[in-house]
């Protein structure tokens, strides 16, 4: 089935493009190890924006558009002639070439299609009969085929893209020191915020009330989403640190199996975690390969960054699920008459929250 296309302004295109695109330098500026040599996206500044994902609203029913984004492809015709592009992806039958129109007499050609939120696909751009990979988008997935395409997510992706489960893992366990929810007070909040009441007045967990409160929220680790996060973010904006995540991930979870070779890095006790981010953030971590990965530390002032800034940023990004840093946040900071001094509501959208001035 094939989404429904928007006619956008062309001053939404420019608007958006001018900053990144209008640019004749054929240097690798803006390659800082993510690229391979002679990638064209090396010279595009933050092409980790393309396809171009934004907030949708069809005007009327804002709360079921908030379930969709608009994704706008991007193609920067560099030749005087008429171009014939299309792109073909996952989002439609990947058969079928939808076209993209020449924005004004400029040299972009652009198309925006309504996608639901929460999905992952591969697309490729159809340039006068010949297949190609978008030449902006740095993101890539190969099949088991072998087969290359260009990828893109929408917001609240859950599905993990950067990451085996193995990392994942460990990156859960690391985060657990970083977060101030593992505190009493913080776990007693998540605690009430999750929780919900069956038929018999009894506390039942595992089905959140954040569901009930909140349209599309959700709660995918105990850390309120960061892992998910980080794996949504070194995708794309922060592709370039992608390596260090790899590389020390793998060390870590090599020097756990040392010191514990017998149970899965899942159950090992939280005073092993506790030892290893004291001694990464000591930079002396006994055992540790300085060859392949010269400071855990780096990485370690790396990770809190990445994970502080997950949990508190908007659920669309993939952390902070069902806003529950923010309600965090909302109960903990009050005056001396118990009003919250956070009220993040008034300024975020519906469902989320509750400002009427913009939509989606």
């Known amino acids: 089935m094939t989404p429904v296309s928007i006619n956008k302004q062309s001053q939404y295109i420019y608007n958006h493009c001018s900053r990144y695109l209008a640019r004749s330098n054929n240097d690798a500026r803006h390659n800082f190890g993510q690229f ?42 560099t030749q005087a002639a008429t171009q014939d592009i299309a792109v073909i992806g996952s989002f439609a039958n990947l058969y079928e070439a939808i076209p993209l129109q020449r924005v004004e007499n400029s040299d972009y050609y652009a198309l925006t299609l309504v996608i639901p939120k929460g999905q992952v696909h591969r697309y490729k751009f159809l340039v006068n009969g010949e297949i190609i990979l978008d030449p902006i988008n740095p993101q890539l997935s190969t099949l088991d ?35 101030p929810f593992h505190t009493e007070e913080g776990r007693n909040f998540l605690n009430r915020y999750y929780a919900s009441k069956d038929n018999q007045g009894k506390t039942v967990i595992d089905r959140p009330q954040a569901n009930l409160t909140f349209a599309h929220a959700y709660r995918l680790d105990k850390s309120v989403g960061v892992v998910n996060y980080i794996d949504k973010l070194v995708a794309a904006a922060e592709r370039h640190y992608l390596d260090d995540y790899h590389t020390c991930l793998a060390i870590i979870n ?23 981010y004291d001694a990464m953030a000591s930079n002396f971590v006994e055992n540790w390969p300085t060859e392949r990965y010269a400071s855990p530390s780096f990485f370690l002032k790396l990770l809190r960054r990445h994970t502080l800034t997950g949990a508190f940023s908007h659920p669309k990004y993939g952390g902070n699920n069902g806003a529950a840093s923010w309600a965090f946040l909302e109960e903990r900071y009050t005056d001396e008459n118990g009003k919250t001094l956070f009220d993040w509501r ?15």
């Open 254 to 276: 090599q020097l756990l199996r040392q010191q514990n070779p017998v149970l899965e890095v899942t159950d090992m006790p939280k005073i092993q975690f506790i030892q290893l």
């Open 36 to 77: 391979s040599e002679g990638d064209p996206a090396a010279n595009i500044s933050e092409s980790w924006r393309f396809p171009i994902i934004d907030n949708y609203s069809d005007g009327q029913d804002f709360e079921a558009s908030y379930g969709f984004n608009e994704v706008t492809f991007i193609y920067v015709a």
């Open 346 to 360: 008034r300024s975020v959208e519906k469902p989320l929250g509750n400002a009427t001035n913009y939509h989606g």
């Open 145 to 179: 085929n072998g087969q290359t395409w260009s990828r893109f997510f929408t917001h609240n992706c859950t599905t993990p893209i950067s990451f085996e489960r193995w990392e994942m893992q460990i990156l859960d366990r690391l985060t657990d020191h970083i977060l």
